[in-house]
């Protein structure tokens, strides 16, 4: 009597076999290569100002160069002094498709704020450059030196501007005062670094502490930087005889932090994949091109070197907003 179970045919067999030997290896299911769907880039701050527009150009710089297959979408997550977007991003563990761009706000913000997170909490990706702190006025203010400036402040609390409240560029006016023994700047926090340089060329504020990237392109017809505050001058045409803070009369150097930080928990495939992109983008001619343009300091580390490169810096942050008197 014949069997009534009907046998599978042989290539049947084979198939089934060869997608089990897919989907499981040593006993774990395996994961599809990364990327296979678009990655969010959080953005902690508005449109317009030096962090949106180094995350576009570096998504730009990923479609001219196809370095990964998926598209980098941005989102803009302003608020909290950047407590939002760190929050939104801290929330999707494990996501390796969330990835956001970092400045100093990283490391004061969850210390102003006492909020339960600190960068530790983050998958570190790459700190790709340190950004620069000159002090602008219009092209038609008093103050020609950082004397004339100082002297002023010495004299009245001046209006000055800045991105958010008790973030870096509150930090560099505060340290200004400090050091300088002014009076108390009335310092005006605004949205984004794009906003910052309007106020200034529209006169409502007499200075700022933009970046080149934010505030370079007033120059040289409606602003003029009076020192930058680190430890070399601006290799930059046209800034050549600009001095540091330093030569200037104010001992003071400070650099913005331009990093890439991802949710916590990822897979080391996602990790990996970030880090690659990045290293490549680190290489990239245009990205050296607007460095050199802007002033950035090209600094790519990552890993492990990144998170002693963190730990550091956010020793530094408590003590400058300890001095501030932010802190206890």
């Known amino acids: ?47 317009g100002g030096g962090a949106d527009q180094y995350a576009r150009f570096l998504i730009g710089l990923n479609v001219k160069g196809n370095y990964i297959s998926k598209s980098i979408i941005p989102v803009n997550k302003d608020g909290g002094a950047g407590a939002v977007a760190m929050q939104s991003v801290l929330g999707q563990k494990g996501n390796g ?53 100082v002297a002023a402040a010495k004299n009245e609390s001046l209006q000055v501007g800045g991105t958010g409240s008790k973030q870096e560029d509150e930090i560099v006016f505060r340290a200004i005062e400090r050091i300088a023994g002014t009076k108390p700047f009335k310092y005006v926090p605004f949205k984004g670094g794009g906003d910052v340089a309007q106020a200034l060329v529209g006169g409502h504020v007499v200075a700022t502490v933009n970046q080149v990237s934010e505030a370079g392109g007033f120059f040289p017809e409606f602003v003029r930087p009076l020192c930058v505050f680190q430890d070399e001058r601006l290799n930059i045409p046209g800034y050549e005889n600009v001095p540091t803070g330093k030569e200037a009369g104010i ?54 070197d990144l998170m002693k490169f963190s730990e550091e810096y956010e020793k530094k942050h408590i003590e400058i907003m300890k001095a501030q008197g932010w802190l206890k």
Do not use: C, H
């Not at 913000?109 to 950004?131: E, G, H, R, W």
């Not at 290293?279 to 802007?294: C, G, N």
């Open 97 to 149: 498709y969330q990835m956001m761009i970092t400045l100093n706000a990283f490391f004061t913000t969850p210390l102003f704020q006492n909020l339960p997170f600190s960068y530790k909490d983050f998958t570190p990706i790459a700190l790709l450059a340190l950004d620069n702190f000159p002090l602008w006025v219009k092209n038609d203010s008093p103050y020609k030196t950082v004397a004339d400036f």
């Open 1 to 47: 009597m014949k069997s009534s179970k009907r046998r599978l045919p042989a290539v049947t067999i084979i198939m089934t076999a060869l997608v089990l030997s897919g989907v499981f290896l040593f006993g774990q299911v395996a994961e599809a290569a990364w990327p296979t769907r678009p990655i969010e880039f959080t953005i902690p701050a508005g449109v």
């Open 251 to 304: 001992d003071f150097s400070y650099n913005m932090m331009r990093a890439i930080f991802a949710p916590p928990g990822i897979s080391d495939e996602a990790r990996d994949g970030l880090i690659g992109l990045f290293k490549k983008i680190s290489e990239d001619k245009e990205w050296l091109a607007f460095a050199a343009k802007t002033g950035l300091k090209p600094t790519f580390i990552t890993g492990n």
